[in-house]
């Protein structure tokens, strides 16, 4: 059941930011996470500070810059069908076309998506776990199919994002609004790893939230896409997933990004495989160099070894098809 809370609709992002200064006060976008874990128990709040009616958090526009601007509101379907984001952001597209079923696509936003809670099966049931503030992590003797191959560290989560990879893939930021004013973070940065503090998932303080998130202008020759993998064809979070942006000219990818979902505890950036592709003509022989550095590192847990071919597999092929595309 979910617990008794006080429920404010903020006009403003000033009153949202003073409602959410309250002590147990939790902001709420679409509420598709955010409900479950107060129905679950996974977090509490005495105030929840509805955000939803605030127009100026709605909407895809151009920046000055040549960019984009997504309002922190804007649904994850509005995203996976946007025509500019579909043709010169092409791994944000596809990264939001696979988030969870379309239901879920129309009331999530991308704001909430980057915010959402942990899936591990440990911290969404009844453990009181290390993330939770108990004292140890289940996963580690436990069940740990689903959990990180990279950047575990006391906590072994995968950010359950897929638009979180696509973003750092093409080198997003985010723009926070708080109490002492407002700060843009490279969407790489704004996700905390469990090495740094295990009982926070993202940097925002108390009583910020995200309030847009810009894309830079798309470089020439920009080529990007996001392919997941996932145990049914119906709604389901990333086993493995991977977003790329790669410039090229002519033939040469003289730029490479790939982030990788469902690796780590953060959208893990495989910069061992960048290294391989920067700077070549990338063809298959470069792509499978690429996609075995990629998984050089990776330390699986008892029952996650599988993710290692999967992704060596799914960076493989991506890398292949995006250097055809790169090249037509
Ligand atoms: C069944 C199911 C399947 C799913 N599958 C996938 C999947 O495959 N891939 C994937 O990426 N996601 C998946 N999700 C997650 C889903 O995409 C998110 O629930 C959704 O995007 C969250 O958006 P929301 O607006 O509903 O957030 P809310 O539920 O309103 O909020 C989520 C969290 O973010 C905080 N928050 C919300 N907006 C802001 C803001 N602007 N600033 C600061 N904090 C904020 C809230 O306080 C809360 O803690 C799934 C969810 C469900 C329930
Ligand atoms: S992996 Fe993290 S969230 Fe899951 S049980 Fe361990 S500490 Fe908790």
Redesign the pocket.
Known sequence: MIPNFSYTRAKSVDEAIRYLSLDGARAHAGGTDLLGCLRDHVLDATTVVSIAGLKELKGIGPTPAGGLRIGSLTTIAEIASHPIIRSKYRALSMAAAEVASPQLRNQGTIGGNLCQK?R?W??RGE?H????GGDQ???VEGENLY?CIFGGE????VHPSDTASALAALQASVVIAGPNGQQTVAVENFHVPPSED?TRETVLEPAEIVTEIILPAPADGLQSSYRKVRARRAWDFALAGAALAIVFSGDQAVDCRVALSGAAPVPWRATEAEEVVKGSRLDPDRAAKAAEAAVKNAEPMEQNKYKIPLFRGLIEQQLTAIAQAGSR
């Open positions: 942990p591990c440990y911290y453990f776990c290390l993330r939770k992590c289940y996963a959990h006391n906590c072994f989560i295990y």
